[in-house]
């Protein structure tokens, strides 16, 4: 479910509360929605933005949007209805003004000739609610429901003030039957209008991606086939590049063209990218399979079960475990997923970094060598050199600068290319005593860094 992955998930909360739902009944179904390894049915989701896309340009468009507001979540009604409750007047109001309402939208659309819901018939429950034919979204007892609630009303008008509380009473009693009555009568469309409220809420849920998307640049996903590789071209991480706009700075987005069943071991230097990438690669694969555009100009992405991010910055400080220990339970449980049949997509953040190079680099190669035997995709992010594993290896290129170029503190990053590319050796960049000299790290402890690496 969609809300159990905002929190485990980098950047899919920033993508959520970014999209523009009016609704709250939209929103809760967002929230609700399952992850998807149907082609077709995500297929469908796609389409449907697709077909809403030209239609935000249509200044209908925004005048339909609004008519979302007005749309009140009744689940809890028709729960009530389905379970034998009887209604009061502000129930039988809430279904009433939903179905004006439901029935407004479909007319927008069809005049729009927007046609990613289809009009279902609601008029028998409307005739109910609305008997007179009205067409307000008002809702009372009225006096066409009986001729006796009638005569009693009429009576009332003009009767002695000791007869009223007796007339009072009947009417009331009449009135509790007609709620009984009507209950039972829309009990047998509870299904129908239902089905209703989830086409208006997906319709509100879609013209809000539609919109997402041209703003933020997303792309529809191409989804693989067979055992064809995921690929991302101009792939990004919105909620960074969002943070980055603020200050000025320009996103750099890059290029991961294949990422098979083999797994993806990543390095290079520090501050070089690494954990964005695989938060981007992660994110774009959770989006697509909750049915979103992705963040990228073009995507190929082959469905998996699940996604898995292990990192050792999410130490389990409340278990009382260091974050070595909490990454490799994490770790653990991704390997019992994996031996009861799950086909998930995993990325791992400087897999073992607070432990020593020489167990730090067996247990990346270890992992490796399981993920490969298992056909588990998967992104391994590691500083280690000498990771004896049969793997596809990226790097990200990292500090890039010509002579004459003057590298600071304060444009640092303007001189990295986070753009990952393959290698076949297995040492990794050795940038760290640059990037603390363009820092500004103290002389003498740079003077010494270099008499023990020239050792």
């Known amino acids: 479910m969609l809300k159990n992955d905002l929190t485990r998930i980098e950047g899919l909360r920033y993508v959520i509360d ?27 989701r796609f389409d449907h933005i697709e077909q809403s896309l030209p239609k935000v340009s249509d200044p209908r468009f925004e005048s339909l949007r609004t008519k979302f507001l007005q749309l009140k979540d ?104 007609i709620r009984f009555r009507l209950s039972a009568e829309l009990r047998q469309y509870t299904e129908q209008i239902s089905s209703a409220l989830s086409d208006a809420a997906y319709l509100d849920i879609v013209m809000a991606q539609a919109e997402q998307a041209i703003r933020q640049g997303f792309t529809r996903p191409e989804l693989a086939e067979g055992d064809t590789a995921t690929g991302y071209w101009g792939l990004f991480q919105p909620e960074v590049q969002s943070s980055l706009r603020v200050r000025g700075v320009d996103y750099q987005r890059i290029n991961v063209e294949s990422l098979g069943a083999e797994p993806t071991l990543l390095t290079g230097a520090n ?38 991010t292990i990192s050792g910055d999410n130490a389990d400080s409340k278990g009382g475990l260091s974050s070595f220990a909490a990454e490799m339970l994490s770790l653990n449980q991704v390997v019992e997923r994996v031996s009861s049949g799950e086909r998930p997509f995993v990325t791992i953040d400087e897999l073992a970094r607070t432990t020593n190079p020489v167990e730090g680099a067996a247990i990346v190669g270890a992992v490796i060598k399981y993920f490969s035997e298992q056909g588990v995709r998967s992104v391994i992010a590691t500083h280690y050199g000498n990771v004896d594993s049969v793997c596809q290896r990226l790097r990200i290129r990292g500090l890039v600068c010509t002579e004459g170029d003057v590298v600071t503190a304060a444009n ?41 690496l020239t050792k």
């Open 18 to 44: 970014d999209l523009d739902i009016r609704s709250s009944v939209g929103r809760r179904m967002l929230f609700e929605r399952d992850w998807s390894v149907s082609p077709s049915e995500l297929s469908n």
């Open 74 to 177: 009744i689940l809890a009604v028709l729960r009530l209805l389905t379970e034998g409750g009887i209604l009061n007047d502000t129930d039988f109001f809430l279904i009433k003004s939903f179905i004006l309402l439901y029935y407004d939208i479909c007319g927008c659309c069809e005049q729009m000739e927007y046609g990613v819901i289809v009009r279902k018939n609601l008029d028998l429950p409307l005739a109910l609610l609305d008997p007179d034919g009205h067409r307000v979204s008002t809702f009372r007892i009225y006096d066409s429901y009986s001729d006796k609630l009638r005569q009693l009303r009429n009576e009332l008008k003009g009767c002695p003030e000791e007869d009223r509380d007796r007339i009072f009473e009947l009417i009331s009693e009449c009135e509790e039957q």
């Open 271 to 308: 501050m070089g990218g690494k954990s964005v990438l695989l938060q981007s690669v992660a994110l774009a694969q959770v989006m697509c399979q909750y049915g979103f555009y992705v963040a990228a100009e073009r995507a190929v992405v082959a469905l998996c079960d699940a996604v898995y």
């Open 412 to 452: 640092l990053q303007r001189y990295f290319d986070y753009q990952p590319e393959p290698v076949t050796t297995t040492d990794v960049p050795h940038e760290a005593l640059r990037i603390a000299t363009i820092l500004g790290v103290d002389e003498q402890i740079i003077k010494n860094i270099r008499k023990i």
